[in-house]
């Protein structure tokens, strides 16, 4: 049960990693799903289909994107 749920979106909680934390990937083809695994125990998974996880890519793409095209700001 999630903690918040509102237009078809369930949040289920808040991740950081930090740049050491293993990842890796399981797939279901019959399934036709994508289980990304976080942590040396899996200690965070996060399971997708193909279509979201297409549209989890493509907007972390944007974002990276957008963020390179944003100058730094100085620092004092």
């Known amino acids: 049960m999630g903690l ?11 991740v950081e990693l930090d740049r050491t ?5 399981e797939t279901c083809s019959e399934n036709e799903n994508a289980t990304l ?4 125990g899996g ?6 289909g193909r279509d979201n996880l297409g ?4 907007l972390a793409s944007q974002a990276i994107a957008e963020l390179d095209s944003t100058p730094e700001e100085e620092t004092a």
């Open 43 to 48: 200690e965070y998974t996060l399971t997708l």
């Open 37 to 40: 695994h976080f942590g040396q």
């Open 4 to 14: 918040y749920t509102r237009s078809g979106v369930s949040v289920e909680t808040w």
């Open 21 to 25: 934390v293993s990842m890796r990937f």
């Open 55 to 58: 549209q989890l890519v493509d």
